[in-house]
């Protein structure tokens, strides 16, 4: 038995990517043979990866395909000859996008349509959050044949991590609230903003606020946001820095003091745990696996009540019992998500995966 991890693209930096690549070597260190295969793949992630069209498989092999959206290869891998596992890391709804980005509706809607058309054609699903559990359940998928596994992170990665040590220092004078996610509709990045002004103009103003994450998909979005930063009094305060290295979002991580969401669609969010290892408070918004990823810890908003988060941001800067109390809870919640506990998830659902599909 072999295991085969396959997916249009493997890039880097990119959530989804990364998650393959830690499946990869975990699997490397538990003995199992297996491979990752793309019909593309960013340079600087090459090594990882082969052509697709090279994928020969044996009927005892697997292949687990990771589908977030419109796929060039589903068709191809649906019907390969040997057991088919769907890793489901959900799809943005289309509707999100349907104002300023008509590409990526579109790509939203063919996604979806290719999900209900293909999934009978797989052994078996593995959602990587609860919430996608429920959406592909929707579709009429039997709750036998899906087990959650959540995004393979390799937090223990996190403790000896370089970073940027100059950027660390220059930010450590000041209090700072992060985010970090692709500007994108979904986000509602401009909630964050509207939060932060209020904040800035009726509690403090000895606080920044970084948005980290790539401002390129979706330009009219973000000049959106840029146009709206332009009316607001924090304007001077604010920084939207675009794709960052490793080292450089490590630096911000670290020298943040809370970590705000208001997204109104994740499959997961991976920035949550991140924030929650590096010891940082989160708050975010009740919406889809958010809850779930959250495990109970942080601060769970059910409404965006723009004054009263303010308001919470500002006693989360100043109460330093109530941050403690929150980060203490974080570090039980990510205990599930270390490579320990992954590995042994990741095994029984291989031996279940195993047994021939009649």
């Known amino acids: ?29 538990m003995g199992i043979e297996n491979q990752i295969y793309s019909k593309w793949w960013n340079d600087r992630v090459r090594q990882y990866t082969m052509e697709i069209s090279k994928l020969r498989v044996k009927p005892d ?135 932060f002004e209020n904040l800035y103009c009726y509690y403090r103003q000895d606080v920044k606020l970084t948005l980290v994450g790539n401002t390129d998909d979706h330009s009219h979005y973000a000049q959106m946001l840029m146009s709206k930063l332009a009316g607001l ?29 208001m997204s109104e669609h994740e499959g997961f969010c991976i920035p949550l745990i991140e924030a929650m290892y590096f010891k940082i408070p989160v708050v975010a918004y009740n919406s889809c696996a958010i809850p779930y990823t959250m495990g109970g810890a942080g601060v769970l908003v059910h409404r965006k009540d723009i004054p009263v988060i303010a308001g919470l941001l500002d006693s989360l800067l100043n109460d330093h019992d109530l941050r403690n109390r929150i980060i203490s809870r974080q570090s039980k919640n990510i205990q599930k998500y270390t490579t320990s506990a992954l590995q042994c998830q990741l095994q029984c659902l291989i031996d279940k995966w195993s047994v021939k599909h009649v």
Not at 1 to 9: C, L
Not at 151 to 177: C, G, H, T, W
């Open 1 to 29: 038995m072999r295991i085969y991890q396959v997916m249009d693209a493997l890039d880097y930096g990119d959530g989804v990517s990364n998650s393959v690549i830690n499946t990869h070597l975990l699997l490397n260190k």
């Open 233 to 261: 009094r924090c304007k001077e305060q604010v920084t939207f820095t675009g794709k960052v290295t490793s080292d450089d979002l490590y630096a911000y991580y670290k020298s943040s003091d809370v970590f705000l969401c």
């Open 61 to 195: 092999d697997i292949v687990i395909y990771h589908f977030s959206g419109k796929s060039h290869i589903i068709d191809e891998v649906s019907m390969l000859p040997c057991q088919r596992v769907l890793c489901y890391h959900n799809v943005t709804p289309p509707e999100f996008f349907k104002d300023n980005n008509p590409q990526a509706y579109e790509n939203c809607l063919a996604g979806l349509r290719q999900l209900a058309e293909k999934w009978i054609n797989f052994h078996y699903f593995c959602p990587v959050s609860e919430f996608n559990m429920k959406d592909l359940m929707s579709y009429g998928i039997s709750e036998k044949k899906i087990d959650v596994l959540p995004i393979v992170m390799n937090l223990e990665r996190l403790d000896n991590v370089p970073y940027n040590q100059a950027l660390y220092q220059s930010r450590k004078s000041n209090l700072n609230i992060i985010f970090v996610g692709r500007v994108a509709p979904n986000k509602r990045i401009e909630d964050i903003l509207d939060i």
